[in-house]
């Protein structure tokens, strides 16, 4: 006997869970199904992001961060401290309680959204008159049957060829959010987002860190000068990165794990290390869907093939987030999800793929919008350039945070704002007044002209803006 909804969304990451709570808001009768479970074996909504992603490594780069504080930077304040040590322990279970956190406010959100949960794997059965059967395979094994199923079902790390996980000295990043005790020494293969932070946060309690990346640029994705100063950063804080290098054969022992490269001139090398994160990117998730069953078409990478309101080859069925088309974003997955959910009402969602920020929660900060300079000039696009530094910041200077930049790039004859580059301080917030700015097509000039709080962070963003036509006040 089935279960009847109007919508199935098979998983609650980022995507499902907010794809979900939207459509019952539009007043369809939903059903979310999710298999993450917790240490207790409970359910634990929320996917990569909340479970072994955004959440807990926030929360982990915050704690580094105080501890960093602490150790470098409180006697400047007047503050002294005596025998200072961090206990990993108490950190992990402090990321692990935010975690929990998170999972249940989620389920609470079910609740009051009157959103029906259903813990374990979610598959494709068969599609039957006016839309699918899905089931469900946790601790019992359930039935639905749906109008509109939207798979939201996430990505998983990418593991390096010859060298699978074991989460104890190969980590993806879950291994990396759970270490017990700080590693002498910790090596990471690639300099992505995931590299990044948890080089950052391992760094910053003590571990030597090395980073071995392929590519010969460093952040190629990032505006270039952005790039180089927070290069800069990493090299004065010990963080040892290596660019245009081969991994070779990668050998886990009982006193480490070995890896053997060449580096860019070609030269042949080995890294010995305690633990070794790999942040080699990620593949879609598709595994147990069952996608056969009803002809759903994937991608060469394992992804759902979607147009561009996310419609798959089957009628009533959708895909959001990680295991389609895009950048592999919590807030692009979001967006999503709740796009679908209007699109399903009759409505008009849309996502703006142009404005969707990154950022890169190291310190300093990485953030941005819209095109970078290289892109421009690869495009032929005539523009402006302006730039303010932290140095020159009031706010920064009170801060003890001076590191970095704001950089805006506007259309040269229209001066509508084309990208906003940020490195520094609390760039993940200042980055979103350049994605509203954007969104209504602002130009450089209307940011200047904006009052902006003194003394602020955000006064940087107004200073680069009226760095665009060279009249700047504070440098």
């Known amino acids: 006997m089935s279960t009847s909804f109007d919508v199935i969304v098979i998983g609650a990451g980022p995507g499902g869970y907010i794809a979900a709570i939207r459509a019952a ?4 009768n939903v059903a979310c199904i999710d298999e ?17 992603g955004c959440i807990p490594s926030k929360a982990l780069l915050q704690s580094s961060e105080n501890f960093e504080q602490a150790g470098k930077h409180f006697g400047e304040h007047g503050i002294h401290l005596k025998d200072l040590k961090m206990d990993v322990a108490t950190m992990i279970g402090r990321k692990d309680t935010v975690v929990k956190q998170n999972n249940d406010g989620i389920a609470y959100l079910f609740k009051k959204n009157k959103v029906t949960f259903f813990h374990g794997g979610g598959s494709f059965v068969r599609a039957v008159d006016g839309g699918y059967e899905i089931k469900v395979a ?39 959010l759970a270490m017990g005790a700080v590693p002498k020494r910790l090596g990471l293969i690639g300099s992505g987002v995931i590299g990044l932070e948890m080089g950052s946060v ?64 070609g030269e042949a090398q080995s890294l010995d290390v305690d633990k070794l994160i790999v942040s080699i990117g990620r593949v879609p998730n598709t595994t147990g869907l069952n996608p056969e069953a009803v002809g759903l078409k994937l991608g060469e990478r394992g992804d759902v093939l979607v147009d561009d309101e996310c419609r798959t080859n089957l009628p009533g069925v959708w895909a959001v987030g990680d295991v389609v088309r895009g950048p592999m974003l919590a807030h692009k997955a979001e967006e999503e999800g709740v796009a679908v959910a209007e699109r399903i009402a009759g409505q008009h969602g849309h996502v703006d793929f142009n404005l969707v920020p990154w950022v890169i929660y190291t310190s300093p900060e990485i953030a941005w919008v819209g095109r970078t300079e290289q892109q421009l000039k690869e495009q032929g696009v005539k523009y402006k350039a302006g730039t303010f530094p932290f140095m020159a910041n009031g706010r920064a200077r009170a801060l003890g945070d001076t590191t970095g930049m704001v950089k805006m790039l506007a259309d040269a004859a229209t001066d509508e704002i084309l990208g906003v580059h940020i490195v520094g301080p609390m760039a993940s917030e200042l980055i979103a007044e350049a994605c509203v700015a954007m969104a209504f097509r602002a130009s450089s000039e209307d940011i200047a002209r904006i009052c902006h709080a003194h003394p602020s962070l955000s006064e940087s963003t107004k200073e680069a803006a009226l760095a665009v036509d060279k009249r700047t006040l504070n440098f």
């Open 202 to 265: 391992w760094r910053r309690l003590g571990a030597e860190v090395t980073v071995l990346e392929a590519l010969p640029t460093f952040l190629g994705a990032v505006d270039e000068q952005i790039a180089k100063e927070a290069r800069k950063a990493f090299d004065k804080q010990g963080l040892k990165i290596e660019l245009g290098v081969k991994v070779g054969e990668v050998k886990a022992g009982k006193k480490g794990v070995s890896i053997a490269y060449t580096n860019a001139k």
């Open 25 to 28: 808001q539009l007043g369809f």
């Open 138 to 176: 946790g601790k019992t094994e359930e039935s639905l049957t749906g109008k509109q199923v939207i798979v939201a079902t996430g990505s998983s790390a990418r593991a390096l060829p010859g060298a699978p996980f074991d989460e104890q000295s190969i980590l993806s990043n879950d291994g990396a």
């Open 36 to 52: 993450w479970k917790n240490a207790a074996g409970g359910p634990a909504p929320g996917g990569t992001c909340t479970n072994v």
